[in-house]
């Protein structure tokens, strides 16, 4: 219980760090969110005083009050659950468009770490077990793509698979002519089809890390006395791979596996560009470019969020896989 204590005391500190950054980079940065609707507004007219003051009311974002005032306002509204008005999809709530871009980064970008994950890892334990086999030689090949310029490869896939051969869609998240959105077969199969090429081109640059880490985790492992004891007790080699060598070798890589999933809200800013994707990197890139506090702070807070989460899980869960780490901490 001390420990578990520790450890949310820990992260609610870092939570309420995260909160402030959160709030101050975005006004850190030049021009700021009411300006960009005044423009907008007042190319259909002018626009007054009393307008401009309402813009602000409405966007949360009083820039004319004090900067702890307006820290003071953004906490109370962060308690009530009310992350604003988004300037760039203006009148939609942070929370509506959140809503609506995270489910398609979720499904991509989260499935496609998965993948990658439990298949480097695999590979990662056939290749440390079998040192000098094919697959262990394969490892500098799978490094080679994970050197590559992600948005290279990315470019290089939908040249090749998109336009020359024409196996998939070259953008989008499905198709908006045929299918029509909603909880059917039609609808969840062109979203599949749609999301293959982006989710391999993750795989194929993500995959050899895994796999690199992993098999380098088993090569140590399985130079230690405990693995030579249960060789000599005639254990099967399947058990002592699996039981003794990858159940402590796989240790590091649940916590990079952990910050993985912590940063899958984010979503993957190159592919959702390259690809037109609609998921919340393309979001954030919009709100960067149009100066939206609210919607920045609301993408920023999600993904602060899922990372912090995800830390907390995998801290509570190295303490069971690995007990030893509760007697350290």
């Known amino acids: 219980m001390t420990f578990v204590l520790r450890k949310l005391g820990f992260y609610a500190v870092a939570l309420w760090a995260a909160l402030t950054l959160n709030f101050l980079i975005p006004r850190l940065m030049p021009g700021n969110p009411v300006d960009q609707l005044v423009s907008k507004l007042a190319q259909k007219g002018q626009v007054t005083p009393a307008t401009r003051e309402a813009i602000e009311l409405l966007l949360g974002a009083n820039t004319s009050a004090p900067l702890w005032e307006q820290y003071v306002d953004y906490l109370r509204q962060l308690a009530q659950g009310d992350l604003g008005v988004s300037v760039t999809y203006f009148p939609a709530p942070v929370t509506q468009v959140i809503g609506q871009t995270l489910p398609w980064t979720i499904g991509l970008i989260g499935i496609s770490t998965v993948i990658s994950f439990v298949l480097g890892v695999g590979l990662g334990t056939l290749a440390g077990w079998k040192r000098g086999s094919w697959l262990d030689n394969l490892v500098p090949v799978t490094t080679m793509f994970q050197s590559v310029p992600y948005f290279w490869l990315a470019l290089i896939l939908l040249y090749l698979l998109g336009s020359v051969w024409m196996v998939f ?135 602060t969020i899922s990372v912090l989460g995800a830390n907390l899980l995998v801290d509570l869960l190295y303490s069971v896989i690995d007990p030893r780490t509760r007697a350290r901490s």
């Open 169 to 303: 869609p070259l953008n989008g998240g499905y198709d908006v002519y045929t299918t029509q959105i909603g909880w059917n077969l039609p609808f969840v199969g062109s979203v599949i089809y749609y999301g293959t090429l982006p989710a391999i081109t993750i795989v194929i640059s993500s995959v050899g890390g895994w796999m690199v880490g992993m098999r380098n985790m088993m090569v140590s492992t399985l130079s230690e006395d405990y693995i030579l004891t249960a060789e000599a007790k005639g254990i099967a080699p399947g058990r002592i791979m699996r039981t003794y060598a990858a159940r402590n070798a796989i240790l590091p890589s649940v916590s990079g596996f952990a910050i993985s999933l912590g940063f899958v809200v984010a979503g993957s800013l190159v592919t959702e560009a390259v690809f037109s994707y609609p998921g919340v990197g393309s979001a954030l890139l919009s709100a960067v470019n149009s100066n939206d506090y609210a919607l920045m702070q609301g993408i920023f807070l999600v993904i």
